[in-house]
């Protein structure tokens, strides 16, 4: 049992001959040069109903050929190669020479099956099997377009017998299946289309029909070579959908120039990224990146050669416009008389003075010989709160010009800086403002750009020293209500003064509050408590209502007042509680 279709011969159709087989080819040079040439086989494709198969009109064969086991044709397939009238003109010379009718008759006989069949066979379709190795295929139409259109626009060359020239390159150059002198049917029409006549190549439905006689052309009829044949639909799909994505390519891309063009965004030979305008750099009024160009111009940088004594770098910033720079006095404690340079935020340096410093308040204030300078404004530090959005400016580890950011993490901070006599005492603004070795001095700015505190001391992790560690977040500023009045006091007088109570207070004292000593001469007399009515042994334990632990803390608030102003003091006396008002006043001069 196998897959191909079988059908059972049926009585040849009455009045019409089957072709006789051909016979064997004959070796060149036999049977003069109308001999059969070698034919390929024919392919069987498809399934043929014999019930209504007609026959091929076709000549008999040769009398002298042998007939065979199988029947074969003779077909001359149109060549797809560049020699376009050779393979027309000899192929076609050779099979349709003029007197060799049986010849003519096996040559287009595929033709004229065409001619009968070609209308109940189409040649191409979605239900027509067509290998791609085929002679002709499908595509049979596409191979005579093309082989005509090569012979319309074949070169002319110049005939080797007359010097005219012909329709192509190898009209004169004979071939093996022509006649004697190698011109055939092939030389004949290459002569007709030098000389202006039609021209024909092998019979099929766009030339004269099997038997019939067109003026001007070949005995054997066929195609008109200058016809321009019809391109099959295929290609007119094919190229139907190239030119529909061709569009819509084109399209694209003129939308995109066009949009291109709308937009003023054309390569021009320059950056196509847009510039940045007038004033695109500014910064809106209250933002961090406007505050800090205002303030640097108004920032320095401290540098101090103290010889013996070390060195040190450090931070200040201008207060007012007769060259008065405020900083902190450790920056500067180690060259009271020493070498103190001043480096303005443009990189000028200035030899600077110092008019005055107190240990007490950690400050002290140096002058350069520049008036020009903008100054930066002190703003009240009593009105700053807990949150509030900061800025330190200054120079951390000597980079000067930089600038960190943060809030106010806590107000009224005992801090006590140094050692003895040296301690200060500040009632301080805490920050976590990132603030390193190099930003004492330098100014904390709310954002209004004012400056509230002073940047002065930062928390270290038990167990680092002054020469290790950084900023952990826990940062300290001298408010800038503090900073003024002593800056004032500095500059006028050279030196600041403390408000004081009169009272001695016990540093051993492990209780809660601050101990006053109960020995004589503990309560000054005449001096602020003594005449509220302190006595030695009191524990004082709240100052303007708030509370009291230590004795640091006590001392800060005092220094945190001015001189002159009234307060009032809580103490713990034999189990009781007292609330005592007095005056502060001046610490007497050592």
């Known amino acids: 049992m196998t897959d191909e279709s079988t059908t059972p011969d049926r009585e040849p159709t009455p009045g ?73 003109g000899g192929s076609v010379g050779g099979s349709v020479g003029a007197g060799d009718t049986g ?96 021209a024909y190549a092998s019979a099929g439905p766009e030339g004269p029909a099997h038997g019939q006689t067109v003026p001007d052309a070949p005995a054997g009829g066929g195609v008109l070579l200058t016809d321009e044949p019809t391109p099959p639909a295929r290609r007119r799909r094919g190229g139907l959908v190239a030119a529909v994505a061709g569009l819509c390519l084109l ?34 009024p209250g933002s961090v990146a406007n505050i800090a160009a205002v303030a640097l111009p108004s920032v320095v940088t401290i540098k101090v050669d103290g010889g013996s004594e070390g060195s040190a770098t450090g931070s200040g910033f201008v207060i007012d416009n007769k060259g008065h720079v405020l900083t902190n006095n450790h920056v500067v404690a180690a060259a009271p008389d020493g070498d103190i340079e001043v480096v303005l935020s443009n990189g000028d340096a200035q030899k600077a003075t110092i008019v005055g410093r107190d240990t007490s308040y950690d400050l002290a204030v140096l002058k350069i010989a520049r008036t020009d300078l903008t100054p930066l404004r002190l703003g009240p530090s009593d009105k700053v709160v807990v949150g509030d959005q900061v800025i330190a400016v200054g120079a951390p580890l000597g980079l000067d010009q930089t600038v960190t950011t943060g809030i106010v993490s806590a107000l009224n901070r005992p801090v006590t800086a140094g050692e003895g006599s040296e301690s200060s005492y500040i009632n301080a603004i805490q920050t976590d403002t990132a603030i390193n070795p190099g930003n004492s001095g330098g100014p904390l700015l709310d954002m209004s750009g004012e400056v509230i505190g002073i940047n002065s001391a930062i928390a270290r992790v038990p167990g680092t020293t002054g020469s290790t560690g950084g900023s952990i977040g826990l940062g300290f500023a001298i408010p800038s209500d503090q900073a003024r009045r002593t800056a004032d006091q500095l500059i006028a007088t050279g030196k600041a003064t403390h408000p004081v109570i009169g009272v001695s207070l016990d540093r051993t004292f492990s209780g809660d509050g601050a101990q006053v000593l109960a020995t004589p001469g503990a309560v000054t007399a ?26 640091d803390q006590l001392i800060v608030a005092i220094r945190a007042r001015a001189v002159g102003d009234t307060v009032k003091l809580k103490v713990e006396r034999g189990g009781k509680e007292i609330e005592l008002s007095m005056t502060l006043e001046a610490e007497p001069p050592k």
């Open 16 to 88: 019409v001959q089957a072709p006789e087989p051909a016979g064997p080819a004959r070796p060149e040079g036999e049977g003069g040069p109308n001999a059969w040439a070698p034919a390929p086989e024919r392919e069987q494709t498809g399934i043929i109903d014999l019930h209504d198969t007609r026959a091929i009109p076709a000549a008999p064969p040769p009398t002298s050929a042998a007939p065979t086991s199988e029947p074969r044709v003779s077909v001359a397939p149109v060549s797809s190669s560049a020699s376009t009238g050779g393979s027309v």
């Open 103 to 198: 010849s003519e008759r096996d040559d287009s006989g595929d033709d004229a099956w065409f001619d009968v069949f070609g209308g109940e066979h189409p040649g191409e379709g979605a239900g027509v099997p067509a290998k791609a190795d085929s002679p002709w295929g499908s595509d049979r139409a596409d191979a005579r377009a093309d082989e005509a259109h090569r012979s319309a626009y074949a070169p002319p060359v110049p005939d080797a017998a007359t010097g005219r020239p012909t329709s192509g390159p190898a009209a004169d150059s004979g071939s093996p299946a022509g006649g004697p002198d190698g011109g055939g049917a092939g030389a004949g029409l290459g002569t007709a289309a030098a000389a202006g006549a039609t």
């Open 251 to 284: 399209s694209g891309v003129v939308g995109g120039v066009a949009g291109q063009l709308a937009e003023g965004r054309i390569n021009s030979g320059v950056s196509t990224l847009p510039e940045p305008g007038p004033g695109a750099t500014a910064r809106p």
């Open 526 to 551: 005449g001096g602020p408590a003594a005449k509220a009515g302190v006595k030695g042994g009191d524990i004082v334990v709240g100052f303007e209502g708030k509370r009291i632990r230590t004795p």
